[in-house]
C-alpha cells in the first residue's frame, strides 16, 4: 500500500532532522558533480609514533588471536570463552580509544582499525564483540557522555570486568530507527524516568554491565515523542534478560539477547546526551560502526584471498593445478582488486573521524554497503574455489559464510542504506531544482511557453555546465587515464541526476522509486570507492623510499589489483548510468506484485 502524502511529508521531516548539517563532504559533492580531491588526497598516514603505537598494538593481538582464539571451538560452542574475554582485556584491546585521562590508550580510529582488521581476519564472532562494546558501547559514553557520566562509567569497561552493549533494535524498530516504542515517561517530580518496551538482537545484550538505550519520551511539538538515550545496568529493578544467548546462523560465539523493561526507574542524570536527540545519538554512534565493518571486512577479505590462493595452487584436476584455470583466477582477482579498495576507502573514512570532519555520513554508509556486499562475494567464490572441501565444517570456510551473512544486515540493513544513500546525496541537488519543479507544475515548461521554458533551462543547467570536467589530482603519471576517466564519470552523474528527477516528476514518486534509488547509490558507491582507490594508488606509485630502502611488500597493497579495481567499477557506473532509461523496472514490479497477490 502506498504511503499518504503526509506519511512522506512526516518521513522526510524525520530524515531533515536527522541529517541536519553542513553538506560539505566528498560524497555529498558527487551528486553535484564535483570532485573534492582535496578532502581524500593526499592518501592519509599515520605520524611514525602513532603507526608504531598501531603496529605494536596489532601484533600483540595478531599473536594472540593466532595462540588462544580457536575460532572453529568458538563457532561450535557458540560462546567465547572467559579467557580470550580477559586476554584481550590484559592487552588493552578494550581501552583502544578511551580518552587517557580515564586509563584509555587515546587511539585515533584509523589506529583502531588495525587492530579490528586483524580481529575480523581470525574470527568474526571476537570481532563482533569488540566492536558492540568498542565502537557502539563505550564509545556514546565517550561521545555524549558528560564529565561526570564518563568519570562513572567508564572505570571498567577496559579491563575486562564490565562489557557494554547499545540497545536500539526492537520487534517494530530495526532499519526503521525512528519507529522505537519503548517508552520513557518522566516522574511526576522530574528526578527519573520510567522506562518500558523490549529490545531485541542486542549483542552483548543479556551480559552486559552497561547499557545504551533508545526511549521515546515525550515532546509537546510532536505527539509521538522524540527518542532519548540513556545509560541503564541490569540491577535496576525491572530490567529483565529474556534471551541470554540466541540462536543463530553465523557469528554464533557472541551473546545476542533479548531483554524487557517493565516499570524501569533510571534517574534523569543517566540521559546520554540531548532529551529527545537520541536518534541523532545513534546514527553517529553508528557511523563508528560502520566504518568499523569496513576493516573487519577487510581482514575477512584477506582471509579469503590466502586462503583461496593456496588451496588453489595445491589443488589439481585435470592434471593441472587449479590456480591456472581462468575462471578461478577470475575469481582471486575479483577478491584482490575488491580487498585493496575496502582497504583504502577504510582508511579515507577513518581519517575523516580522525580529523574531526564535519560532514561524513555518506562516506560511511557507502563503506558498509561496499564491503559487506563484496565480501559476500569473495567468500562465496571462496567456498566455490575450495569445492566440496569447504563445505564440510572441519574447515573454515562454511562458517565463513554464515558470519559473513550478517554483515549486510546489521547496523544498517543494505538495501534501507542504498535508499539512504540516494535520498540524503540527492537532497542538496533536489533542493536546488524545486524551483523547477514548481514551475514545470505551473505549465511554464512548454513549447508554447518558450522563454519562460528557456528560464527554466537556464536554472537547470547552471550549477552543473557552468563548470568543466572536474580535475582529480593525481601525482602519478600513469594514473592520469584513470583520473580523468574519473572526473568525467563524476560530471556525468551530476548532470544525469536533473534529468532523472524530472522524468519522476515529484518528490512523492521519488521518495518511493526504490529502483531508482539503487541505481543512484550504487554509481555514487563506486564514484567514492573509486576516488579513495585512485588516493591510494597514487600514494603506493609516488611514495619515497623508507631511509632510502624499501619497505617489506604488502601482498594485498597490490598497484596491479587496484587498477583491476578501477576498471571494474567504471563498467558497473556505465551500466547503471545505461540502466536508468534502458531497463526491466515495470515487468519486475508487475511480476513481484502479482505473485504477491497469489500467497
Not at 496 to 515: I, S
Amino acid at each position: 500500500m502506498a504511503l499518504t502524502a503526509q506519511q512522506i511529508a512526516e518521513q522526510r521531516k524525520d530524515v531533515e532532522e536527522l541529517i541536519a548539517g553542513p553538506d560539505v563532504g566528498f560524497a555529498k559533492a558527487l551528486f553535484f558533480g564535483r570532485f573534492k580531491g582535496e578532502l581524500l588526497f593526499p592518501y592519509p598516514t599515520l605520524p611514525a609514533d602513532k603507526q608504531a603505537a598501531a603496529d605494536e598494538m596489532t601484533a600483540k593481538v595478531r599473536a594472540f588471536a593466532d595462540a588462544h582464539i580457536d575460532h572453529m571451538k568458538i563457532d561450535r560452542d557458540a560462546r567465547i570463552p572467559d579467557e580470550v574475554v580477559k586476554g584481550l582485556a590484559d592487552l588493552g584491546a578494550y581501552k583502544l580509544t578511551i580518552p587517557p585521562e580515564f586509563g584509555g590508550l587515546g587511539f585515533g580510529q584509523q589506529q583502531y582499525l588495525k587492530t579490528m582488521e586483524v580481529l575480523g581476519g581470525h574470527d568474526a564472532s571476537v570481532a563482533v564483540f569488540v566492536n558492540a562494546h568498542h565502537s557502539i558501547g563505550v564509545r556514546a559514553l565517550t561521545l555524549f557522555g558528560t564529565k561526570e557520566q564518563q568519570a562513572k562509567w567508564l572505570p571498567g569497561l577496559y579491563d575486562g570486568s564490565k562489557l557494554c552493549a547499545f540497545a536500539l533494535t526492537e520487534p517494530e524498530a530495526g532499519s526503521d530507527a525512528g519507529n522505537v516504542q519503548t517508552t520513557a515517561t518522566p516522574t511526576d517530580d522530574g528526578s527519573a524516568y520510567i522506562l518500558n518496551g523490549t529490545k531485541h538482537y542486542i549483542t552483548n545484550g543479556g551480559i552486559a554491565h552497561i547499557l545504551t538505550v533508545m526511549a521515546r519520551t515525550p515532546d509537546p511539538k510532536n505527539p509521538k515523542g522524540k527518542v532519548t538515550a540513556f545509560l541503564v545496568t541490569p540491577d535496576m529493578p525491572g530490567f529483565e534478560v529474556l534471551v541470554e544467548r540466541a540462536e543463530k546462523c553465523g557469528i554464533r560465539g557472541t551473546a545476542t539477547g533479548k531483554i524487557r523493561f517493565t516499570n524501569m526507574r533510571v534517574p534523569k542524570e543517566n540521559i546520554l546526551g540531548q532529551i529527545g536527540r537520541g536518534l541523532q545519538t545513534a546514527l553517529t554512534v553508528l557511523n563508528y560502526g560502520r566504518v568499523t565493518f569496513g576493516a573487519t571486512c577487510t581482514g575477512h577479505a584477506k582471509a579469503c584471498i590466502k586462503a583461496m590462493t593456496e588451496h588453489a595452487k595445491s589443488r589439481k584436476q585435470f592434471q593441472q593445478p587449479l590456480s591456472e584455470f581462468h575462471l578461478v583466477q577470475k575469481k582471486i582477482a575479483f577478491a584482490a582488486a575488491h580487498c585493496f579498495a575496502m582497504e583504502a576507502a577504510t582508511n579515507e573514512c577513518a581519517a575523516f573521524i580522525d580529523k574531526g570532519a564535519p560532514d561524513y555520513m555518506l562516506e560511511t554508509a557507502i563503506l558498509k554497503v561496499f564491503a559487506t556486499e563484496h565480501l559476500w562475494t569473495i567468500v562465496n567464490d571462496t567456498l566455490q574455489v575450495w569445492g566440496g572441501k569447504g563445505y564440510f565444517s572441519d574447515q573454515p570456510i562454511e562458517r565463513w559464510m554464515r558470519d559473513a551473512r550478517i554483515n549486510t544486515i546489521g547496523e544498517g540493513a543494505n538495501d534501507v542504506l542504498k535508499a539512504f544513500i540516494a535520498v540524503v546525496g540527492s537532497k542538496g541537488p533536489g533542493e536546488h531544482l524545486k524551483t523547477l519543479r514548481d514551475d514545470m507544475l505551473a505549465g511554464k515548461w512548454s513549447l508554447r511557453k518558450l522563454g519562460q521554458s528557456i528560464g527554466v533551462v537556464g536554472k537547470l543547467a547552471a550549477p552543473w555546465l557552468t563548470v568543466g570536467t572536474p580535475a582529480v589530482p593525481v601525482k602519478a603519471f600513469e594514473l592520469r587515464d584513470d583520473s580523468e576517466a574519473l572526473g568525467r564519470l563524476t560530471r556525468e552523474f551530476g548532470l544525469k541526476l536533473p534529468h532523472v528527477f524530472m522524468a519522476l516528476k515529484d518528490e512523492a514518486t521519488f521518495a518511493q522509486a526504490e529502483l531508482v534509488h539503487e541505481r543512484i547509490a550504487d554509481i555514487a558507491i563506486d564514484l567514492y570507492v573509486s576516488a579513495c582507490v585512485l588516493a591510494r594508488l597514487d600514494h603506493l606509485m609516488t611514495k619515497p623510499a623508507t631511509n632510502g630502502t624499501a619497505t617489506p611488500a604488502d601482498p594485498y597493497a597490490d598497484v596491479t589489483a587496484g587498477r583491476y579495481f578501477l576498471e571494474l567499477a567504471f563498467r558497473r557506473i556505465r551500466e547503471r548510468f545505461a540502466a536508468f532509461d534502458d531497463n526491466d523496472d515495470a515487468n519486475l514490479l508487475a511480476t513481484a506484485k502479482g505473485m504477491i497477490a497469489k500467497f
